[in-house]
């Protein structure tokens, strides 16, 4: 069922709405001093400044809203209206904006990230880099990152995040310029950013979720112990759909392509074995193609 949130109850959302209504205000003023000849006082002063705290209202309750379907999301605020299917959306950013207001702290907004803009999976990224890929739609604006608030606006926010990871869209780690793709998981990503910073080489085999009590053994044993006859570390990265084994040193390129070749021969048929932190499927889309390229450029 279409569910629409309402994004009244949050502070940061009302600011744009203020500009309009000081323009609002400005035209008003003008149309009732010219109309009548005389500056607005008394009872006419309240009827300008009651017409522009209806207006405002009528903004936020109609204006500044979203909407979820099952085909994807409309983004409604002042002065615009978009559309964005969810097969457009690579994934979620928090995005910040300091004020040069005095006093005044830093505004958050939670923004979409669509597809063809979404930073390479695994690589290491500078700060800069990260804001100039975080320009997608604005969802909301929020005062802090926090989560554990029981203010209208918390709730509001907890109910955006609900919506959006009901339709494949976990939020993201609550940080700024860190990128969550339901891909995968956060902790997978940090570890192959660390390994791209690091020079390592590495390995990902595919196996899903679904594993038999020999393929465990196969996972458990058998892999681990082969990746480390070729030279590879003793820990891996270990997720629910896949698993990645780590090389360093001055042999790393050779040593990794060893044992790659070795594990295809070694698992299941289904199993995808290739070079990267983080798995690379034949026909997978951009994202997860330029994941798999992980630990390749070195």
Do not use: C
């Amino acid at each position: 069922m279409p569910r629409t949130v309402r994004l009244s109850p949050l502070l940061e959302e009302h600011s744009r709405a203020l500009g309009v209504d000081l323009v609002f205000f400005i035209v008003l003023y003008g149309v009732v001093v010219f109309g009548t000849g005389s500056e607005a006082r008394g009872p006419g002063a309240f009827a300008v400044i009651g017409a522009v705290v209806v207006f405002h209202w009528l903004q936020m309750r109609f204006l500044v809203k979203l909407r979820f379907d099952e085909d994807g999301i409309t983004v409604v605020r002042v002065p615009r209206r978009r559309r964005v299917l969810w097969s457009d959306i690579a994934g979620l950013v928090y995005t910040e904006r300091g004020s040069s207001a005095p006093n005044s702290g830093t505004t958050y907004q939670l923004r979409l990230v669509l597809r063809g803009q979404e930073p390479p999976l695994g690589r290491f990224l500078t700060k800069v880099q990260r804001q100039d890929l975080s320009r997608g739609p604005l969802l909301m604006a929020l005062p802090s990152l926090d989560d554990d608030g029981e203010t209208k606006g918390d709730h509001r926010r907890r109910l955006v995040l609900r919506e959006l990871a009901e339709h494949g869209f976990p939020a993201p780690e609550p940080r700024a310029w860190e990128f969550r793709t339901p891909l995968f998981s956060p902790r997978a990503l940090t570890a192959s950013i660390a390994m791209d910073m690091r020079g390592a080489r590495a390995v990902a085999v595919q196996h899903g979720t679904d594993v038999s009590a020999e393929q465990r053994t196969l996972l458990d044993s058998t892999l681990p112990e082969l990746a480390v006859a070729h030279g590879g570390a003793e820990s891996a990265l270990r997720e629910p759909d896949f698993t990645s084994f780590f090389f360093e040193g001055p042999e790393k390129r050779a040593h990794a392509g060893a044992f790659l070749t070795a594990a295809r021969a070694a698992v299941p048929a289904q199993w995808q074995v290739s070079e990267g932190t983080l798995p690379q499927q034949p026909g997978a889309d951009g994202a997860r193609a330029e994941a798999g390229a992980v630990g390749d450029a070195r």
